[in-house]
T-cell receptor, first 109, second 113 residues
Framework: QQQVKQSPQSLIVQKGGISIINCAYE??????FPWYQQFPGKGPALLIA?????SEKKEGRFTISFNKSAKQFSLHIMDSQPGDSATYFC????????FGTGTSLTVIP | NAGVTQTPKFQVLKTGQSMTLQCAQD?????MSWYRQDPGMGLRLIHY???????DQGEVPNGYNVSRSTTEDFPLRLLSAAPSQTSVYFC????????????FGPGTRLTVL
């Protein structure tokens, strides 16, 4: 059973647009929610993370929105750029670490 | 700092063969972990270690063994490789645990025939 459900599987956005990726979880013991970015042939790298005591965290063009009651969180990429084209993974951590299935983002120039 | 290093980068095995995937980090991180990445399934935790001498099972531990004799090294052993173990394997480390930034290695692509 997938502990963290991620959608969409793939996303195509025009340059300058907003990319939105959504994740949902069931386990209320999760208390750390990071997003990782992965380029082809590379290992994932931390992009931004949030803990459940805040509803939003922003770092540059990247924002996490967190809804504790709905057990959902999302990544917003503002002013999307071709260099943002990558695979994005949400994750959740309690006693163990669980990744979502990934979203392949393509930003068209 | 080299960060997290993994060897080999590529490996082809026959069913039933054994091998060890090497992982090392030079950041003095206590927490290390192994993941496998398969298409459409994201990354799944195989085993992890919170410090030298301490290991525990993750989500998909069957068919894999680990040990942690030093802070720096965390090898993953496949005792009898199966085609279902064809995957890309990533090692990661973090300073204080699974609620801290995880630094990933470049991965090992393993094919079992």
């Amino acid at each position: 059973q997938q502990q963290v459900k991620q959608s969409p599987q793939s996303l195509i956005v025009q340059k300058g647009g907003i990319s939105i990726i959504n994740c949902a979880y069931e386990n209320t013991a999760f208390d750390y929610f990071p997003w990782y970015q992965q380029f082809p042939g590379k290992g994932p790298a931390l992009l931004i993370a949030i803990r459940p005591d805040v509803s939003e965290k922003k770092e540059g063009r990247f924002t996490i929105s967190f809804n504790k009651s709905a057990k959902q969180f999302s990544l917003h990429i503002m002013d999307s750029q071709p260099g943002d084209s990558a695979t994005y993974f949400c994750a959740a951590s309690g006693s163990q670490f669980y990744f979502g299935t990934g979203t392949s983002l393509t930003v068209i120039p | 700092n080299a960060g997290v290093t993994q060897t080999p980068k590529f490996q082809v095995l026959k069913t039933g063969q054994s091998m060890t995937l090497q992982c090392a980090q030079d950041m003095n991180h206590e927490y290390m972990s192994w993941y496998r990445q398969d298409p459409g399934m994201g990354l799944r935790l195989i085993h992890y270690s919170v410090g030298a001498g301490i290991t525990d099972q993750g989500e998909v531990p069957n068919g894999y063994n680990v040990s942690r004799s030093t802070t720096e090294d965390f090898p993953l052993r496949l005792l009898s490789a199966a085609p279902s173990q064809t995957s890309v394997y990533f090692c990661a480390s973090s300073l204080s645990g699974n609620k801290d930034t995880q630094y990933f290695g470049p991965g090992t692509r393993l094919t079992v025939l």
